[in-house]
């Protein structure tokens, strides 16, 4: 384990990297399910992912976003669970022609119905603790046409969930034949107070490239991510280098250093305090 590496935030190289694909941010899976489609691309859930089947899994469930809302550029929020849902998720609101705003899935009912109203969200799919948290609130959310449920079920609500509304059949998208400047993602601040940005496609494909050359990232890495949060600059720099995603749900040193052993993890993202002694912070290594 003297080898791995803790990832917190790296500054990136300033000059642009080459090689990045065309086309809208979802060419990245497509992109790894066609250089590494049988590599284990997630690892959560009790699941095991391999990068053909989460390209799969994100054409299924655009195919469902799509006959929900159409595919013109409407705000869907999406709940940054780590875990394999959130990647199929957040990768098949793009598809399916729409924004993606991932928030945080521990968010209070006020500070979720401040975001979804500040976005004008149409769609929002979160996790079924924050619907049973914000339930009496969504309703009265102007312009919120439909929930949906991330890991699902919330039981009694009806509510549906992405897999069910994966279940209908894939996609057909070519996402090199769309404009990778228009808006892809906007993004909150750290604690979710409040709107910080939009970014286009081929921003957060540069983003993606340069932050997988930062972290070292390869398709032999293996990266461990205990942060309560997923990430998108982490997921798509993974999905962009080919490495493989472990999430661990209890990161306690113990409980880190098992899953180190066990997945032979090279890099580990997790919170400052949370590492087990034996792994080096590659900022401290000359």
Not at 15 to 25: D, K, N
Not at 68 to 94: D, K, M, N, R, T
Not at 133 to 144: D, F, K, Q, V, Y
Not at 209 to 214: L, S, Y
């Amino acid at each position: 384990m003297s080898n791995t590496r803790a990832i917190s935030r790296l500054p990136l190289p300033g000059t642009e990297h080459q090689h990045v694909p065309v086309g809208s941010l979802d060419v990245l899976p497509m992109r790894a399910a066609a250089t590494w489609p049988g590599r284990t691309a997630l690892v959560g859930d009790g699941r095991t992912v391999t990068f053909a089947e989460l390209d799969r899994a994100v054409s299924r469930l655009a195919a469902g976003i799509r006959a929900l809302v159409g595919g013109e550029e409407s705000i869907i929020a999406v709940a940054a669970q780590p875990g394999p849902a959130f990647a199929v998720a957040y990768y098949a609101v793009l598809r399916s022609g729409n924004v993606v705003a991932p928030v945080s899935p521990r968010l209070s009912a006020e500070v979720l119905d401040r975001l979804l109203r500040s976005v004008e969200a149409r769609v929002a799919v979160l996790t079924a603790a924050m619907h049973h948290r914000a339930r009496p609130t969504l309703a009265a959310i102007s312009g919120l046409e439909q929930v949906l449920l991330l890991d699902g079920p919330d039981a009694g609500t009806g509510v549906p969930s992405c897999a069910e509304l994966g279940a209908r059949g894939d996609l057909p998208v070519e996402p090199r034949d769309r404009d990778e400047n228009t808006l892809a993602a906007i993004a909150f601040g750290g604690s979710g107070h409040g709107r910080t940005g939009g970014h286009s496609h081929q921003a957060l494909k540069l983003e993606a490239a340069r932050t997988g050359a930062a972290h070292g990232l390869s398709p032999a890495a293996v990266a461990l991510n205990a942060l309560p949060k997923y990430q998108p600059e982490h997921l798509n720099a993974a999905v962009w280098a080919g490495a493989t995603q472990v999430f661990c749900a209890s990161p306690t040193p113990d409980v880190l250093a098992r899953e180190i052993d066990r997945h032979g993890v090279s890099h580990c993202y997790r919170l400052p305090g949370s590492r087990p002694p034996d792994i080096v912070d590659p900022r401290a290594v000359a």
